[in-house]
């Protein structure tokens, strides 16, 4: 089974700008999410016999609070796992993207402008890691740390486009989970955050 797991809340998301392969580390309540889903998969009696991250901070912090319980020897990061590279787009407001650009993040089969990755681009290079790491894994429990937009782009090849990019949000440190039949992989779950419901009781009261 394939835990996919977005990152942490960053510093950027809190204010609203757009990361895409930009280095931007996690905020503080990123650091809790990140926490409180390590304490989840405790808790829950889940471990991981592998685990794989995106090689950009947020993701790589991510992974390692989230399994800082376990006997983990190696996280192996990866470019393939990054977030689309958004081009001239990455650093601005997404209020003003929005504005300007307002199809920035849904753009399928079209010509791509500011020097931006494609969606299918990010498809087929999600594609092959996932399927990568499934062989190499074969059913074991893997857990592999990403970006919103990554994972929405490889549902939407997986659902044929009934789930994934332009069907909802993935939120941070939300669970997705894929199963692997040693020739394909499915869809299990989406967006799952069952240890984000009591966040603010956990570190408020």
Known sequence: MIYLVRHGESEWNALGRLQGQMDIGLSEEGRKQAALLGAYFEKQGISFDYVFS????????????????????????????????????????????????????????????????????MQERMVKVLTSISKETNGAPALVVTHGGAVNALLHKLSNGQAGTGNGKIDNTSITRLAWDGDKLTIVSINETPHLQNIKDTFEG
């Open 54 to 121: 995106s090689d950009l901070d947020r993701a790589f912090q991510t992974a390692k609070r989230a399994t800082a319980w376990m006997p983990v020897e190696t996280i192996t990061a990866s470019r393939l796992l990054r977030e689309r590279f958004y081009g001239e787009l990455q650093g601005q407001l997404l209020a003003e993207i929005i504005q300007n650009v307002p199809n920035y993040a849904e753009n399928f089969g079209l010509t791509m402008t500011h020097g931006m990755e494609s969606l299918e681009e």
